[in-house]
């Protein structure tokens, strides 16, 4: 059996990298006395995965997490022992159960949404009303790290929704192995079409609202619903 | 949070390694400072992946904690890029948790685990918003105490510190509270308050003691400036160790830290009587836990901490009396939690063998020695325990039981060393190497190293060299230099360090107050860090003593006469220093002294009734005193 449970990463430790993030959620299994299972070998580890990794310095509203039980176990008393063994930076919003032909978190990831705040006031009302015209662009290019260096490529495909409101971005992008648009990505491209230098820091509190995967239609749903 | 939050938020953004000052662990405590009216900053002068593997902070700060009347708080050095941001934007040093400046604390209190951090302490007063010498702190300034090994010879650091605690900080840091509380809640003066603290029991006040000089540089005499105050001071002692407080949790951090497991304190001091070792002197006399309180111990942290390793800690571990029993036990109780046990390495002897392979837990790493000299007669001057059967047997039965990876750690510089006995350690390595070829091919791991480390000596106070003289810096390099030459054996590597940092630390750990000022010169002219390699500014140091017109050979090379009036004569460690002498007479006739368990050596500890168990004749008897 496994469990799906759904997890804050809130500000304070929104530095904290993916490695250690999951290596946080192991001890806190540990912590939980829940029967969870092992992996075999010489060096067990505990068996969890995430649906997707969350960038150093993003918090998370919504991450997931898949745990493998090595006996049954109710959402209830999962969700019970877990929050009590997570900090209070970590806490799990639900759980569900989970078949274990169920598929993997990652095959089903499609896209993420963000809310990403623009601390600068002044700079938001130059970037919010750039959206329109960013948007009517044909390509809207911009540049990707990639372990081969920087790359162009044309996020136009990949942007599903942008919306701004105050100094808020709204986004939903493309979250995938084979593509994905980053928050930055995004904001490069937004920076260019209202007119703010490459080199001048935009500071952005990157929220991960949601994880969407795709039902049966072809809609975006939040990943822990398929 | 405070008003320097979006400030905080905006820097973290752009240091290296933000998870050092976000907080937010497991186990964190954060309680509400309203609540609580006593304020303590825990402040260790290192970074936080050091001191968040510093078993000291985690106690001290569970007791605070643990009173309702008192919160402590986290506080860390922090790296060069966040201090050059904090400069910039002018933030004041601030508290992991609540992330307020140290100047709003009621006392600041620092740990002093080596002396290359004092410069730490002076960089995060002044980073904290708080003067950095104690007599031009006002009303409004906190109390800043220090406690910890170094402040055993707390003079370099008494110009900038209100009040030491000498000894066991678990068993006056209450104490000490109670009198600061004092002063915030009946309105006490600062003078008054250091009154107080200066009455307790295990506490020095620098304020209130005068030194003066005499024209060699030596010391005349140290009085306190009224017979009010004490003119000794006795250290605190843990008398009932097996009971006294360790905390249940503690915080477990997120990111790497450099011990990032649970340490478990076996017992604390040690029976042998190195006479290099500080630790063995000042932490007189050997307690041990029980074994019902330790497995307790560690189902209670491994339940709340989620750690995946014990390790078991003291002096010398190998000593522990139910080691084997200790082991078995947690193994026993930990199998199904998949928590792994690390070993005092020096103990793998033929009856843990049997139970390590039936269950496999125990990872292969490498092996650590100590014999610290390369030959019997040094060991005997400096009363290391060790024999050269002793060491191969141990090592032979390693590369046995599957290790292929041995280290050995020594020390250059010891009183009376010469050519032959840095030829010592090589001859005791290439017979090392020879011992792994002896196992057949087989049998034995594949991969020998053998890895040699060589320390530079350094003479600190409350031992029987506290009298002698420290090798000079172009001395050392030369040994240094031929053992680099004799070590070129194959399988073998040679560590070694450059004396430079060892010669400050000589001049520190035997400094007197004026080594306070040096202190502060150096810390103008830009040092800090200086246990990181990349931070050492040798020559700013340097240049620091010719400012101030003091030269550190007076502290590192020069070796005392008997009856010269020594820095921290004031501060009564137990041991006495007629016992010092004996010793230190003794190590010259390089003439060994047998370990308590054998019986007592009259250090002086006897004189405490209910102490020493060994003095007293209810120590348990042990049939094997010879291990390393
Ligand atoms: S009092 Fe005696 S037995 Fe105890 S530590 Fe001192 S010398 Fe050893």
Redesign the interface.
Known sequence: MRIQAVFEKNE??R???HL??Q??V??????S?LPVG?SNGFN?HILVSFASALS??ACGQREIMDVTMAEEVSTEEFLLKMNQ?????MQLLEARQVDDRHPALTALLKAASYDLLI?DPELSRRLVPAIGPMMEQQTIMTLRKSKSGLKECDIKPMIYALQGKDQHLYATMALTERETCKPGMLLDALKKTAGIPEEENV?MLVVRTRLLGEDGEGRLVPLEKL | MTDYNDRIE?M??KVQK??RY???????QVKSWEEAPLHFAFCFPDTYEIGMSHLGMKILTGIINDQDWSLAERCFMPWIDMMELMKENQVPLFSLESRRPLKEFDVVGFTLMYEMSYSNVLAMLEMGGIPIMRDERGEEDPIVVAGGGCASNPEPMSPFIDAFMIGAGEEVILEVNRVILDRKTQGLSREECLKRLAHLHGVYVPAFYRAEYNEDGTLKSFEPVSPEFPARIEKRYVYDFDHTYFPTKFP?P??DVVFDRITLEIMRGCTRGCRFCQAGMLYRPVRERSLETLVKQAEDL???????EISLSSLSSGDYSCLPELIRELMRRMKD??VSISLPSLRIDSVLKESLEETQQVKKSSLTFAPEAGTQRLRDVINKGVTEEDLIEKVRDAFEGGWSSVKLYFMDGLPTETEADLDGIADLARKVVAEYFHVPKEKRAKGLRVTVSASTFVPKPFTPFQWAAQDTIPVINQKQEHLREVLKIKGVNFNWHAPNLSFLEACFSRGDRRMGEVLKRAYERGCKLDGWNDQFKFDEWMQAFADCEIDPAFYANRERKKDELLPWDFIDCGITKEFLWREKEKSDRAEVTRDCRQGCNGCGIQRYKGLCSYAEGKGKQHADTGSI
């Open positions: 304070r430790v530095h904290i990298g250690d993030i290596r946080a192991q001890r806190g299994l540990r912590r006395g092992y067990p150093t310095g063994a997570m900090p209070p930076e601390r500071r | 905006e973290l953004e933000a998870p976000t907080g937010g662990e497991m186990n964190a477990v997120y990111t491994v339940a709340s901490t989620g750690y995946e939690k998949r």
